[in-house]
Structure formats: structure tokens, C-alpha cells
């Protein structure tokens, strides 16, 4: 069996402002209608012997990707919740210990949610060389073959070939990690042709990755059973217990194991990769227009030439660019030539330094029952666009600070107010005032849209005290 693991953390701040803290890339559709986090998933489709997906993201991704997963009809394992992040050496001690909880010892196959890979059917036959491997005890790592100089990656440099195990593709030994070269170095390495890029994708038996994690970082190994130990299930998900995950050290697998062991190989692949960390890399792997240009959404051009234009809300029109990068959303615009897109970082640090909402989260705030879209705020009142999926509940709440005027636009609404339930139309509205408990369900087949009008001395969201909750949040709004 292979147990595929999908490691959906990060942030991605390289793809701001499409990319936020709370809404990461894995999250978005960048490339096709799927996200990637999806396309990661339908990429295993047709995979001899794999198994339901293992995911392991950040508790606030929780709903987002259980979402996701339905919208594709996948049904995972188990999606793990991760209450910090440690990197990717704690991650797979937990889908280890937990894949050997169940008496198996499945072949792990790790995958970061966030790749692009064009070449779907060469990608599946590397894995497949690569299960073979991994049966044999060893640990595979899947290396890039480069097309180009990239200062952006780290690389690995080739070492001599292993006997074959059965698959059609030859592992080589690993003689080296290397870090992330200068472009001098990077030419000379894509020259060589000894080297390839640390893809971050990775093979082996659960009990082998096990036993190496236990050899050379036993304090990760222990702090990950204790937070599986004191863990607890929570509706479709298995939360790692806080204090005991906060405990353990964070450290890269590639540092804790791959660089020490001596059961470490590489599978080089050719399979059209890429990891979409800058929106250079989405211009490389976009369909162009007869100027070179990719363009996404409202966009009008006159004399534009390699570039891309992204429009989420409002119109873009350029006039005279070249080799630009402009990405608009509803409350951001980013502006860079293409040979400065590595910098979007810096601007983002900054940001977060002046502790701007931006960096964390859009204008639209997803929840497990739909979406809430920030219309206008202002002094004392807010305007909200709400949608609500079929069979979507709110939580029974109530406010102290802020009242709340609902607006049913689309739909039908079943609205409870204290004792009185009633039944909303289109172009039905109702009131509810402070310390009122109330709740919104959507009954309908289709998708509930309404207006709510927010006022009242203070409306931030900590101003609500949740009495029921079907979803299993905290009183507070996680």
C-alpha cells in the first residue's frame, strides 16, 4: 500500500496578495480551476496501490480543506491538524507513528500541496520506481532534473547509480546537499549535469522513516507521540495536542535524516515541475498571448508585452509594460518588474511589521458553512455579503456589543431569534438586536445569499459568544 501524505502548510508570502497567511497558495486556484491542493490529490488518480490521502495542514486551514476534499469527492484518511508549525521532520513522525498504529507498515509518499506538475503519467512512474525502493528499506527523495539555472532551490548532487528494484527508473546515491547556490554556481551546477533540484517530495516505509527519526532526532519522535497520545478526534479531523506539539523542535526532514542516513537515494524526474513559489514562476508555466503576456480576469492591454496581469474584483488596464508583474485584489495591488518578484517577501515582512490586516487574510473570510465578504466598514457599522451553502448552519449565537439587520437576497433563510423562528424570502429582511441568541440556516438547495448590516459601539469578531455549535469551534471565532 501507498499512503500518500500531503503536507498543506505554509503560507506562500512569495504569491502575496493572492496569498495570505490564513488563505495560503495551496488554498487558490492558480493554474486551472482546481486548487493546488486538489490537483496534488488528482494528480494520484489511477496510482497502483494508493490508498486514501493522510493531510496534515494548520488548524485554521481545518474546514477549508475538508471542503476542498469534497468538492473532488476524496475522502482522506485523516486530516491532521498541526496547532504550530515545526516543519516537516515532526509532520512525518505523526503520519508515521500514526500509520503504524493500524499494524501496517505502509509505503509513505510524501507530497507539499503546493507543486505544479505537468507530466501526470511520468510523474506516476517515478513513484512507482520509487515504491519498489522504498520496499527494499531505502529512502527516496525525488530530484529535478533542471532546465535552467535557479538560485531559488536547493539542489542535490548525483552519486553513483543503485541496482535496479523493479520500477523503470534508476536510483543514484546522494553525494551531497547542497544549499541554494548563486547563479554563477547554479550555472555550473545545470552544466554539469550532476545535480538536480530538491524537489521536498520524498518515499519510504513508515517503519524505516520511523527508526531513522528515532536515531538521530529521538526528541522529535518522543514529543510527536506525546502530542498523538494526548491528541483528541474533533469531527472529521485528529488534532495533535498544543503543549505537547509546542515542545518539539522544529527541523527540516532533509536536516534531521536525509543528510545523516545511509539508506538516503534520489529518483531524478523530468515531469514538468514546479513548485510556484513566485509569480515569475506562475508567468513560466502560464498560456501566453501573442505578446507573451498572461492574463488572468478583467484585463485590457495596449503595448504590454512579458508580463502577467492578474484581476480578481476591479478592471486592469496597461499601457506600455514590460516584463511586469500586477496583481490586484479587493484590497491590495501589487506591482514588480519580473526580475524582482523574489523581493515580494521583503514587502510582506514589512507589511506584517505595521501589523497590516493584509498579510493575513482577504476581504472574503471562509468558514465551514460558507463565506462572509467585507462590502464596506466604517465607524460604528459594517456590510457584509454572507453565502451560506445548501444545508449550511450557523452557530447559535449572540452579540453584546453590535446588532444586525439581515437582507435575504438569494434563497431562503431560516432565521432563529431567541424563542421565534421564522422562515426569510427574497427580499425578506429581519433585526436582531444586542444579547439577542440567533442562528442562520440555509434549508434551500441552492446557495443562501444575504445582506447583513452590522452596527453597534464595537463589531469586531472576539464579540461573540457561540451557545451551539454543530462544527465544534470554540466559543470564539478561531
Keep these: 500500500m501507498i499512503l500518500p501524505v500531503i503536507l498543506a502548510g505554509g503560507s506562500g508570502t512569495r504569491?502575496?496578495?493572492?496569498?495570505?497567511?490564513?488563505?495560503?497558495?495551496?488554498?487558490?486556484?492558480?493554474?486551472?480551476?482546481?486548487?493546488?491542493?486538489?490537483?496534488?490529490?488528482?494528480?494520484?488518480?489511477?496510482l497502483d496501490g494508493a490508498g486514501h490521502p493522510v493531510v496534515i495542514?494548520?488548524?485554521?486551514?481545518?474546514?477549508?480543506?475538508?471542503?476542498?476534499?469534497?468538492?473532488?469527492?476524496?475522502?482522506?484518511?485523516?486530516?491532521?491538524?498541526?496547532?504550530?508549525?515545526?516543519?516537516?521532520?515532526?509532520?512525518?513522525?505523526?503520519?508515521?507513528?500514526?500509520?503504524?498504529?493500524?499494524?501496517?507498515?505502509?509505503?509513505?509518499?510524501?507530497?507539499?500541496?503546493?507543486?505544479?506538475?505537468?507530466?501526470?503519467?511520468?510523474?506516476?512512474?517515478?513513484?512507482?520506481?520509487?515504491?519498489?525502493?522504498?520496499?527494499s528499506g531505502r529512502m527516496i527523495t525525488f530530484g529535478i532534473v533542471p532546465d535552467k539555472p535557479e538560485t531559488g532551490y536547493g539542489y542535490i548532487k548525483m552519486g553513483d547509480p543503485l541496482p535496479p528494484a523493479g520500477g523503470d527508473a534508476t536510483a543514484v546515491c546522494i553525494a551531497a546537499f547542497v544549499?541554494?547556490?548563486d547563479l554563477a554556481t547554479a550555472r555550473r551546477y545545470v552544466a554539469s549535469k550532476d545535480y538536480c533540484?530538491?524537489?521536498?517530495?520524498?518515499?519510504?516505509?513508515?517503519?524505516?522513516?520511523?527508526?531513522?527519526?528515532?536515531?538521530?532526532?529521538?526528541?522529535?519522535?518522543?514529543?510527536?507521540?506525546?502530542?498523538?497520545?494526548r491528541g483528541k478526534s474533533d469531527l472529521d479531523f485528529f488534532r495533535l495536542d498544543k503543549a505537547a506539539f509546542a515542545v518539539c523542535p522544529s527541523d527540516s526532514i532533509d536536516y534531521a535524516v536525509m543528510e545523516k542516513t545511509d539508506s538516503g537515494a534520489m529518483l531524478p524526474?523530468?515531469?514538468?515541475?514546479?513548485?510556484l513559489g513566485s509569480w515569475e514562476a506562475l508567468w513560466?508555466?502560464?498560456?501566453?498571448?501573442?505578446?507573451?503576456?498572461?492574463?488572468?480576469?478583467?484585463?485590457?492591454?495596449?503595448?504590454?508585452?512579458?508580463?502577467?496581469?492578474?484581476?480578481?474584483?476591479?478592471?486592469?488596464?496597461?499601457?506600455?509594460l514590460k516584463d511586469h508583474i500586477v496583481v490586484e485584489t479587493s484590497d491590495a495591488v501589487?506591482?514588480?518588474?519580473?526580475?524582482r518578484v523574489q523581493d515580494v517577501k521583503g514587502l510582506v515582512d514589512q507589511l506584517k511589521s505595521q501589523n497590516r490586516e493584509e498579510t493575513r487574510t482577504h476581504k472574503r473570510v471562509y468558514r465551514p458553512w460558507g463565506t462572509v465578504d467585507q462590502l464596506v466598514a466604517g465607524n460604528r457599522f459594517q456590510?457584509?455579503?454572507?453565502?451560506?451553502?445548501?444545508?449550511?448552519?450557523?452557530?447559535?449565537?449572540?452579540?453584546?456589543?453590535?446588532?444586525?439587520?439581515?437582507?435575504?437576497?438569494?434563497?431562503s433563510a431560516q432565521v432563529t431569534k431567541a424563542d421565534e423562528r421564522l422562515l426569510l424570502k427574497e427580499d425578506s429582511s429581519t433585526y436582531i438586536s444586542a444579547g439577542i441568541a440567533h442562528r442562520l440556516e440555509n434549508p434551500g438547495k441552492i446557495p443562501l445569499e444575504l445582506i447583513e448590516v452590522q452596527t453597534g459601539g464595537y463589531i469586531g469578531e472576539d464579540d461573540i459568544t457561540r451557545l451551539e455549535d454543530i462544527y465544534g469551534r470554540h466559543r470564539q471565532e478561531e
Design 15 to 46: 504569491l502575496w496578495p493572492l496569498s495570505r497567511a490564513l488563505y495560503p497558495k495551496q488554498l487558490i486556484s492558480l493554474v486551472d480551476r482546481h486548487t493546488m491542493l486538489q490537483n496534488t490529490i488528482l494528480r494520484l488518480g489511477g
Design 57 to 135: 495542514c494548520n488548524d485554521e486551514y481545518r474546514f477549508m480543506v475538508a471542503e476542498q476534499l469534497r468538492q473532488i469527492d476524496i475522502k482522506a484518511d485523516s486530516i491532521i491538524l498541526e496547532p504550530v508549525g515545526r516543519n516537516t521532520a515532526p509532520a512525518l513522525a505523526v503520519a508515521a507513528i500514526r500509520a503504524m498504529k493500524t499494524g501496517d507498515d505502509p509505503v509513505l509518499l510524501i507530497l507539499p500541496a503546493d507543486h505544479h506538475i505537468e507530466l501526470t503519467a511520468e510523474f506516476q512512474g517515478v513513484i512507482k520506481s520509487g515504491h519498489a525502493y522504498a520496499q
Design 179 to 181: 544549499e541554494k547556490p
Design 197 to 229: 533540484w530538491n524537489s521536498g517530495m520524498f518515499m519510504f516505509k513508515a517503519s524505516q522513516v520511523l527508526k531513522e527519526l528515532e536515531r538521530f532526532v529521538p526528541d522529535i519522535v518522543a514529543a510527536c507521540r506525546e502530542a498523538i497520545d
Design 269 to 275: 524526474m523530468a515531469a514538468g515541475w514546479n513548485d
Design 284 to 320: 513560466q508555466v502560464g498560456e501566453k498571448d501573442d505578446l507573451d503576456n498572461v492574463v488572468k480576469g478583467d484585463v485590457v492591454l495596449h503595448d504590454v508585452g512579458d508580463s502577467y496581469l492578474h484581476a480578481e474584483h476591479r478592471l486592469i488596464a496597461a499601457v506600455g
Design 334 to 339: 501589487m506591482i514588480s518588474p519580473r526580475d
Design 383 to 411: 456590510v457584509n455579503r454572507i453565502t451560506v451553502k445548501p444545508g449550511g448552519v450557523l452557530s447559535l449565537q449572540k452579540h453584546f456589543n453590535r446588532s444586525e439587520h439581515w437582507i435575504v437576497v438569494r434563497g
